[in-house]
């Protein structure tokens, strides 16, 4: 476990280069620090005023470096977080022992009706069964952590059908709460780029347990792809949104439409909205490109560089240099106003995508390795700020680990243990 001479002092500092075991550790820990902070027991979730959490964060702790989560109970972001991973280890430790496919890695061809059948029966049913069962479970240890309405009927739903009937579960047009979005980080980690498929359909169909609704389940997509890309480090954070975009929304369309084929016509006009309202972010944060820029930079990358046109070496070089750009007036009031107008109803956070949005920005605003200005950001705002929290921090273990972290944030928070041992078991499935 990562020490520290002073508990106000960072665990790691920003020169220390963190292993990938301590990566996936630390995003695991970290997406709960993020929840019990940004909850703080209730108050500071419900706190509609920014700037009088952050007096309070000043009067009481002196600083972000002041706070010991002792006694600062996680919400049901966590609960439902440590329930998806429970559910992964398991299904993944069954079917490797069991599989004609030990390295488990499955994908579908959306022209072969087989392949697709295939990739639902060996695949996603049986990892969304474990999944529901695990979510039905864990509302159990609801109590004081403020679980979402939405996330509590979808789980009434399985727990009366029988997780057997979790396709059923019907298109919500009030789906779209992050609900999603703050459970899904770690199905990134376990599902690296030769699963790409296996992220797409797991963390999509998580959210449809819940949130059947295109806002709830891309938010889902969303916290898992980034999470991904973190522990990766290939990607840097400001191109993961228009990979997101042009990368993989078209194969998670054609995965909704030709394998799913579940609710398509109904979700059709809310996927796009989704995409134009993400695009729409990218745009103000100077990180958009066109698809056809982003799609000739992608087939570049897989030839040799001295095979390049002019075009492609243009297109690479676009991508490459994209950088967020922010205000330079951008106080707690100014983030309030701007993750506000996100917001579908004025709680800023609370839907699929603005969740990720204000996630997002926190990670690109902070830079490489600034954990305070990251939770600053992402944890302590006027809206849903334990959901922003717990995505944003978990990104920010999966790429920076434990480095300039308090170790008073995290050294006592609730489920320790449990996160350890899941952590260590993804970490052992991540390598086969």
């Not at 703080?40 to 002196?62: A, C, M, P, V």
């Not at 016509?265 to 990218?282: D, G, H, S």
Request: aromatic content about 12%; proline content about 4%; hydrophobic content about 35%.
């Amino acid at each position: 476990m990562i020490s520290s001479s002073s508990p106000q002092t960072p665990s790691s500092s920003s020169s220390t280069t963190p292993d990938l075991a301590e990566r996936f550790l630390a995003a695991v820990i970290l997406g709960a620090v993020g929840d019990a902070i940004g909850y703080r027991n209730g108050s500071w979730e419900f706190n509609t005023d920014g700037e009088s959490i952050h007096y309070e964060l000043q009067k009481y702790y002196g600083s972000l470096g002041g706070i010991d989560v002792k006694g600062w109970r996680v919400s049901d972001d966590t609960v439902m977080h440590l329930a998806s991973l429970r559910a992964l280890v398991t299904w993944m430790k069954r079917h490797v022992s069991a599989s004609q496919n030990p390295k488990l890695i499955y994908s579908f061809d959306e022209k072969d009706p087989n392949s697709c059948q295939e990739f639902m029966t060996q695949f996603v049913d049986p990892l969304m069964q474990e999944m529901a069962k695990e979510y039905i479970i864990c509302w159990d240890d609801m109590g004081g952590r403020a679980p979402g309405p939405t996330c509590g009927k979808g789980v009434r739903f399985l727990e009366h059908k029988g997780v057997d009937q979790w396709q059923a579960y019907p298109y919500d047009t009030r789906g779209g709460g992050c609900g999603g979005s703050m459970r899904a980080m770690m199905i990134g980690a376990l599902y690296g780029p030769q699963r790409r498929d296996m992220l797409i359909a797991a963390s999509v169909e998580s959210g449809r347990l819940t949130h059947n609704h295109p806002n709830g389940f891309l938010g889902s997509l969303i916290s898992a792809l980034f999470t991904a890309y973190a522990i990766e480090k290939t990607i840097p954070p400001a191109q993961w949104g228009v990979m997101f975009l042009y990368d993989i929304m078209p194969r998670t369309r054609i995965y909704l439409e030709k394998v799913a084929v579940r609710d398509w016509k109904e979700m059709e006009n809310e996927i796009t909205k989704f995409e134009v309202k993400f695009a729409q972010y990218l745009k103000e944060r100077s990180l958009y490109l066109d698809e056809q820029v982003v799609k000739l930079a992608l087939s570049a990358q897989q030839k040799s560089p001295d095979s390049l046109s002019n075009e492609e070496k243009h297109a690479l070089q676009q991508v490459e240099n994209l950088q967020p750009q922010f205000p330079k007036q951008y106080g707690i009031q100014e983030r309030d106003d701007f993750y506000r107008k996100w917001s579908f109803s004025g709680w800023a956070g609370a839907s699929g995508d603005d969740s990720c949005i204000i996630a997002y920005d926190s990670i690109l605003c902070a830079g490489p390795n600034n954990y305070e200005v990251m939770m600053l950001h992402s944890a302590l705002h006027a809206g849903d700020s334990d959901s922003t929290g717990t995505i944003a921090a978990a990104w920010y273990g999966g790429m920076y680990g434990f480095n300039n972290v308090f170790k008073k944030n995290w050294d006592n928070i609730e489920k320790k243990q449990e996160m350890t041992e899941l952590a260590a078991s993804l970490y052992e499935l991540y390598k086969l």
